[in-house]
């Protein structure tokens, strides 16, 4: 007698002897087979997406390869290895109060001054993993690197920053010295990064706050310098005029002086060529030959100039 079993397959026909039983243990295990590849061949297969590179975690001894896999499908052991990503492109770490930057919580980092004042600050750090030692990385801290960047990145840069204001005063810092605070505390973070495969690219002090009180001493204190800045400025100025009219006057007197000189000069000059002789001489020449007409029979008389 023969009996059928129906499924998705369609109405197969099976002896139920012992052929029978074969037959539907093969059909079964080729089934289960089947089901057993797709789940598992997703799993045979990885891939790494472009700027990133993947570590390779032995679950079976708990290692880590030490060679990271690049960007692209790569095989692996199901339930045998677990493969984590670790960016290698440039990232920016931003530090701040603000919740519509960086992450959602306040990050700012809170230091002091040499006088013990309170500051927080708003920074930003930029860097790249290098690729070959993500392994090395992943094996020190065990977790992805958002952790590691939120945790240990950001203690390395509150701490450089406290070592570098926590030696100035915070008017210092806030003003004429914060581009030089921001240069020391760049160079102590790559540092400190650099032994695990960070390469800090930049650092950015974007926002300092202090006290209130602190601050509107600050102002006033610039305002007084600024005021003074003016005054001086304003005593060179008038110092400068004064010079300026002084040479002047000198240069005035001295010129009168040289044209009195000369003056007096020519008229000693003049004086000495001006004889009796020369007066005849020139009144002769602006004599026109007419007598003066006078009065009286008498005939008017011109004296020449005799010799000598």
Not at 82 to 100: A, D, H, Q
């Amino acid at each position: 007698m023969t009996n059928t079993i129906s499924d998705r397959f369609g109405t197969m026909q099976f002896d139920p002897g012992t052929d029978g039983r074969q037959r539907l243990r093969r059909i079964a295990f080729a089934v289960t087979a089947l089901l057993a590849v797709l789940v598992l061949l997703p799993n045979t297969f990885t891939y790494i997406n472009p700027g990133y590179v993947g570590i390779v975690i032995h679950r079976a001894g708990g290692g880590v390869d030490p060679t990271p896999l690049g960007p692209g499908v790569h095989p692996r052991l199901p339930f045998a290895t677990g493969i984590e990503e670790y960016p290698v492109f440039l990232k920016t770490l931003v530090l701040t109060r603000n919740g519509s930057e960086g992450s959602s919580q306040n990050d700012e980092i809170n230091v002091n001054s040499v006088e013990g004042q309170p500051l927080s600050l708003d920074v930003s750090l930029s860097f790249e993993i290098d690729p070959a030692q993500t392994p090395k990385l992943y094996s020190t801290f065990r977790t992805d690197i958002n952790m590691i960047t939120h945790g240990f990145v950001k203690q390395t840069i509150r701490q450089a920053l406290q070592e570098v204001i926590g030696q100035e005063p915070v008017a210092d810092v806030i003003g004429p010295k914060k581009a030089e605070a921001t240069n020391r505390t760049l160079a102590l973070i790559a540092a400190r990064l650099a032994p695990y495969g960070f390469q800090v690219k930049q650092f950015t002090i974007n926002e300092l706050r202090a006290p209130s009180s602190v601050m509107d001493a600050i102002n006033t204190k610039n305002v007084m310098q600024q005021q003074a800045l003016t005054a001086q400025n304003e005593l060179q100025k008038n110092q400068f005029q004064a010079q300026g009219d002084s040479i002047k006057a000198a240069g005035r007197a001295k010129a009168i002086t040289a044209e009195a000189e000369a003056q007096a000069r020519a008229n000693e000059l003049l004086a000495r060529s001006i004889t009796p002789t020369l007066v005849q001489y020139e009144l002769t020449k602006k004599w026109d030959g007419k007598l003066p007409q006078v009065s009286g029979g008498g005939t008017p008389l011109i004296q020449l100039p005799g010799k000598p």
